[in-house]
């Protein structure tokens, strides 16, 4: 930082969004874990599913998992950044409307998933099952946010950019990039498309994806938040800036390449398991450097880990970052992953990333901000430490709870006697056995959302004792001049920091690197599989069917995919081919057994099994989990739009005829309406049947169209806003683009 | 830890923050470089030298489970002598009695009067003569195309024998809401 005889500027943060964002983040965190909580009751209890469409673990699942990750992580980290941003290049955010318009355009979308995804919208990707008009505003949302981050960059008064901006950098252009490759969908009707991949590249495509939201939305972001927030509030300097930068681009390098680990064993091209478990081993000292900069980092600040609570969260949040990024590479050899995969061990996993990590760091950083951002003292210090307590409680049973379970169950399924039998062939011994765990797991999460409502209602208290008016204070800093000679003088990362522009394109490369090997060899699927003249597409009545498969997202309990294993072979039949799913938009291989496999259940039972099955799981299968599905018994299926459903999928490439797509409704509906007498005039169980059907007296056909027409008003709103701004922004961004002095050190760079 | 007072500050000053110089810590970059050399071996051995495929190591355990299936002794069931027996054990109709709860309620009803499979208490069988040999071995051997699992994988031989015996004393007793007859008429 050069200290010349420049004029001081004036200028003030924007304070006014974090403080908003700090809101969100209170109000999302709640129901998002309150929706978790929730279904893990579910899973211990079935009847809390009461048979009604909206509450069922399947639709329930998809909203906590959005809304942890996107509502309540995204909102902490909008907070973060933006506030950390503008104090580290000593500016105002670019533009107080794209600002105020991120945070506006993410709240909707939040609620737009919320209203959604209870009514069975859903793609069935994880983390991505928000339909296509939704996709298309988080699309827009992100570019303001991006326009808006990297406007104040190309408007900072530091020279330099600190490691917590290269982790922003980071986040902004990968998520970008994952959002937009995952979400090309072909839309059918409004709120339902399919994806263009199928079978094995959709699945890769979508854990490639999966699995960088973990690291790009879930940790670069939280690093670089680690990266202002604990130096600040131990007041220690930062360990060693020299690992930052390794530890940096070795992350964000090798990162990329780890999806495949979320596929062992199934039907993708080995190579590319390969990579995967490969890469996961890599990616561990890597992750372990921000553990190491961050704890060492609060050397000397150890005495006050025991009474601050700021530091104790953050020590906590460290320590679960470190222990699931060992887990990680763990579960990531192949025979770990043998026992791990499908079972609540890759949950356990999660949660302590999550709840730990993600979830303390964000309270450390909350407690960091409240009393800053609103002028005053927080409330209770003591309310902050009772929170602490209970959270890490509820961490500690959750993940203990969830570890032992995945492991029991894992061992369960894999047990062969001497004799070649499965010594549990029923599934349903395996579930029995670890219902009591999802007890312990429930009340875990408990416990963590009780602390986590602690700290909103200490938010609240200490809000109440903030001064009315808020007034933004004065700041000077020395306007930036850069010199050219000055800066090409320092070593050679330091010359890189100095360029933000050629830091980001530089990023962008080296998450490209992977990404480009992994998934365009897959994408070249008849290289790979074999077109097999065996494999059939779904008839129109099966896509119908296949659609409500996905609309009650049953892929969060059952797989579609056989390993290759013994046991599995014992239990489940040969293993999975890549071509039988080569007509599946989107793929349906799941990632979890809450129940058993069904890739190859198809006419191992009568029709009536299935359907009293799904009218009352314990009707065939006593003590099972699973929901009834009473409301499937009186919904009429849409045969109408079938017609358009197989021309999209032909135009994705599944071989219908004219024939097939022109006959898609009557056929369907001949044999759709054929079915169902057959299997009504059958008797049922114990007369018990009819009196169970009342369940959904509440109908969801009206609410569907309001929906439509809410989102319809939200997305014209939308367009209109967008248009006007970004026009307005890109003329504002390019005449300042002219006069800043980084467009010329760059074009001298470059010569 | 080192000593923090030979540690070095660098110029940097971002809102205050300061970084130090240190260098890499030995044992994290030895981290580094182990899981490095581990992935590049573990590639290379796998995918460009002689490292078995997941097909090969499928292949192995399958084949190792069927030379393990061959060398133990061929079931001799059903033994008839050991049925017939087990027609007037009152202690094997109960064993075959709970058997019957816990596995053929759900398709064949609490009294066999049929449900999702077909009424077992008639005189009409799909499956062979209804004599005890032939339930015995569709209770064995299942009948897949209809959904009728091989209950061989799942039952003990003690308890095929007992609730091939209890399914076999159900004929005739004419429970309530029994199931069409299905199947050919055969006399007893």
């Not at chain 1, 469409?53 to 902490?76: E, K």
């Not at chain 1, 026992?339 to 609540?344: E, F, R, S």
């Not at chain 2, 759900?106 to 049929?114: A, L």
Request: with cysteine.
């Amino acid at each position: 930082m050069s200290i010349q005889s420049q004029q001081l500027d004036t200028f003030t943060y924007d304070d006014a969004v974090v403080r908003k964002f700090i809101i969100a983040t209170l109000i999302w965190g709640i129901i998002a874990m309150a929706a978790g909580v929730f279904i893990a009751f579910e899973l211990a209890s079935w009847r809390l599913n009461m048979g009604l469409p909206w509450i069922t673990f399947g639709r329930l699942r998809p909203l906590h998992t959005n809304a942890a990750i996107f509502a309540f992580a995204g909102n902490a980290i909008f907070a973060g950044i933006y506030h950390s941003t503008q104090r580290l290049l000593k500016t105002r955010l670019y533009s107080d409307f794209l600002s105020n318009f991120h945070f506006w355009g993410w709240q909707l979308i939040i609620v737009a998933a919320a209203i959604t995804l209870p009514l069975g919208y859903t793609v069935s990707k994880e983390y991505a099952e928000l339909e296509w008009p939704i996709k298309i505003a988080i699309t827009v949302i992100w570019v303001a946010f991006a326009v808006n981050f990297f406007g104040t960059l190309s408007r900072r008064r530091e020279q330099h950019i600190y490691v917590a901006i290269w982790f922003y950098i980071a986040t902004i252009v990968t998520v970008a990039v994952l959002h937009i490759v995952n979400s090309i969908n072909i839309p059918v009707t409004f709120l339902k498309s399919y994806p263009v991949y199928a079978g094995v590249q959709d699945a890769l495509v979508q854990w490639w994806y999966g699995h960088n939201a973990v690291a790009f939305f879930l940790t670069t972001p939280f690093l670089g938040l680690m990266y202002y927030y604990v130096p600040k509030a131990a007041n220690r300097p930062v360990y060693s800036y020299r690992l930052s930068i390794v530890h940096f681009w070795s992350l964000v390098f090798i990162y990329i390449w780890a999806g495949p680990h979320h596929l062992l064993y199934t039907a993708l091209p080995e190579w590319a398991q390969t990579l995967g478990v490969v890469f996961s081993i890599m990616l561990w000292a890597p992750s372990w450097g921000g553990m190491i900069n961050g704890l060492l980092t609060l050397r000397g600040a150890w005495d006050r880990v025991r009474t601050e609570p700021i530091l104790k969260f953050f020590v906590g949040a460290l320590t679960f970052y470190g222990m699931a990024t060992f887990e990680g590479p763990l579960l990531s050899i192949k025979s770990v992953n043998a026992i791990g995969h499908y079972t609540d061990w890759i949950i356990g996993h999660v949660h302590g990333g999550t709840l730990g990590w993600n979830g303390f760091l964000t309270a450390g950083m909350l407690y960091y901000l409240v009393p800053r951002m609103w002028n005053t003292k927080l409330y209770s210090e003591k309310l902050a430490n009772t929170h602490f307590w209970t959270g890490f409680l509820g961490i500690l049973a959750y993940v203990v709870s969830m570890d032992v379970s995945g492991i029991t169950q894992g061992l369960m399924w894999r047990a062969v006697d001497s004799s070649g039998k499965l010594v549990y062939p029923d599934f349903i011994e395996t579930v029995i056995r670890i219902v009591p765990l999802y007890w312990i797991r429930a009340v875990g999460g408990t416990l963590y959302l009780v602390g986590f409502i602690m700290m909103a209602y200490n938010v609240y208290k200490t809000i109440e004792l903030a001064p009315k008016m808020l007034v933004s204070e004065k700041q000077t800093a020395p306007a930036l001049v850069t010199d050219i000679p000055k800066l090409f003088d320092e070593r050679p990362h330091r010359i890189l920091e100095g360029l933000p522009a050629v830091f980001s394109v530089l990023t962008l490369i080296a998450i490209l690197v992977g990404s480009v090997i992994e998934i365009i060899p897959t994408l070249m699927a008849h290289t790979f599989v074999p077109m097999n003249a065996k494999v059939r597409p779904y008839t129109a009545l099966e896509l119908a069917g296949r659609d409500i498969y996905v609309r009650e997202s049953c892929y969060v309990c059952h797989s579609q995919q056989i390993r290759p294993m013994t046991s599995e072979l014992l239990r489940y039949g040969k293993p999975s081919t890549p071509e039988e799913s080569m007509y599946d938009h989107p793929f349906q291989w799941g990632s979890k057994r809450i129940g058993p496999d069904l890739a190859r259940i198809g006419g191992k039972y009568p029709d009536l099994w299935h359907y009293r099955h799904m009218a009352d799981p314990r009707e065939v299968t006593p003590k099972s989990i699973m929901p009834a599905y009473p409301w499937l018994f009186q919904d009429k299926t849409d045969f109408a739009v079938l017609s358009k459903k197989l021309s999209v999928m032909r135009t994705l490439g599944v071989p219908y005829s004219d024939k097939d797509v022109e006959r898609a409704e009557s056929g369907a509906g001949r044999k759709g309406n054929h079915g169902p007498h057959r299997l009504h005039s059958t008797p049922r169980a114990h007369g018990r049947r009819g009196c169970k059907m009342n369940a959904q007296a509440l109908c969801h056909f009206p609410m569907t169209w309001l929906t439509c027409i809410a989102m319809l008003i939200f997305l014209s709103v939308f367009v209109t806003m967008f248009i006007r701004v970004f026009m307005k922004a890109n003329s504002e961004l390019y005449k300042r683009m002219e006069r800043l002095p980084l467009a010329e050190e760059e074009d001298r760079h470059e010569r | 830890m080192s000593d923090e007072k030979n540690e070095k500050l660098t110029d940097h000053d971002y809102d205050g923050i300061q970084e130090l110089d240190n260098s890499l810590p030995q044992w994290w970059l030895g981290l580094l470089y182990l899981t490095l050399l581990f992935g590049a071996g573990y590639y290379c051995y796998y995918e460009l030298g002689s490292g078995p495929s997941i097909q090969d190591e499928f292949a192995s355990e399958v084949a190792a489970m069927e030379s393990k299936k061959t060398a133990a002794p061929p079931s001799l069931f059903p033994e008839m002598p050991k049925l017939v027996a087990y027609q007037t054990s009152a202690e094997k109709l109960a064993v075959g009695k709970t058997v019957f709860q816990n596995r053929c309620v759900s398709c064949h009803g609490d009294k066999g009067q049929g449900l999702i499979g077909p009424n077992l208490t008639d005189d009409y069988w799909i499956h062979g003569d209804g004599k005890i040999g032939a339930i015995a071995k569709v209770v064995h051997d299942g009948v897949l195309d209809k959904g009728m699992p091989p209950w061989v994988t799942l039952l003990t031989d003690e308890e095929l024998y007992s609730v091939t015996a209890y399914v076999k004393s159900l004929r005739g007793t004419n429970p309530a809401g029994a199931k069409a007859s299905q199947g050919n008429l055969v006399k007893e």
